[in-house]
DNA sequence: AAATAAATGTTATAGTATTACATTATCTCT
DNA sequence: AGAGATAATGTAATACTATAACATTTATTT
């Protein structure tokens, strides 16, 4: 799966079965269920590289084997964080696929306000930033998030054509 | 007004006293309105260097001349991060008054997860990081916001004394 | 003073998340 | 296989966060 698939064309369906068979692999490795709940949440949110947010995914289970009610999509969102199968992009209550589970994370999204895209990067300089200000000021990290709020290539194209540049 | 005051003893009657007089003369600047309602919620913003939500807030002004309801508050600090004065810490859904209002906001904060104060920092390293991986991605920035989580100089002292270090 | 614009009041509702407890499925051990 | 323990899911209620729509009041402009 290429980094940059969010901003660009690509063969979504294997981007989504490569990812739910990744995380088949990693939950049987790390001794935990990867259950048909589980698995059926974390497809949809693979559905696409856009944060979706827990009562989209409700909706979504309606019709399905199983209860449609806040419990069950928060019960199996927390699983997939744990595992950190899934981020949260804070700013948006929405829930995304990691791109790099298993590896270490950056926490580090780049957010199109046009399109609602997100792309994780996983970027040592900014890791590299936060560590040393932490430092300065004598800040024990143990998590970050980044969040960065623009337009992809894509949409910065489509408003060059419709918009005087400042 | 000292940058780590957050996470240090300092004056801080002084230091939300000044942030008041500080915001007064920004608006009267910029030509907006420090109206009652608006310096009362900015004042009780500064009441601690601790993120407060909305609802925390809106407990607060009860009793008082405003109307105690949600779109009291929300406008409010709708107008309050307009105008820069204060930020919003989207992973507590809390805000948090700005400490260099006026000046080029980073949006940087490192928050305590024991004490829950939270520092902003203006840093330039991460600033460029994320001018770098943005443009190495095409990405065109507008805002970005790190929240870095961890432990403050005071609570990390107080761990090591009753934890085993790992 | 009248007209206009800005700010606040008021009511209702939408959206996000958690608590507490019951039930079912799976695992472990004999 | 069966009993007991653990994990996962079901269910009902509630708490927390935020916005929409419209009315009224206050401040500014002419
Ligand atoms: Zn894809
Ligand atoms: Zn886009
Ligand atoms: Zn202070
Ligand atoms: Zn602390």
Chains 1, 2 share one sequence.
Request: charged letters at 20%; a neutral charge; proline letters at 3%.
């Amino acid at each position: 799966m290429k980094v940059d698939s969010a901003f660009s064309h690509h063969n979504h369906h294997q981007c989504q079965t490569s990812a739910v068979e990744q995380a088949r692999q990693l939950c049987e490795k790390n001794g935990v269920r990867f259950t048909k709940l589980r698995e059926q949440l974390f497809t949809l949110i693979w559905q696409s590289h856009k944060p979706v947010t827990a009562y989209k995914l409700l909706d979504q289970i309606k019709g399905s084997d199983f209860s449609a009610t806040p419990p069950t999509v928060y019960r199996t969102l927390d699983f997939l964080l744990d595992q950190g199968l899934i981020h949260r992009i804070n700013s948006l209550n929405a829930f995304i696929g990691c791109c790099q589970p298993g590896k270490r994370h950056t926490g580090t999204f780049m957010i199109c306000e046009q399109c609602d895209h997100a792309l994780e990067v996983d970027n040592t300089n900014i890791l590299n930033a936060i560590q040393k200000v932490s430092h300065q000021h004598n800040f024990q990290v143990k998590n970050y998030i980044t969040e960065i709020y623009g337009f992809c290539p894509q949409c910065q194209s489509e408003k060059d054509n419709s918009e005087v540049q400042s």
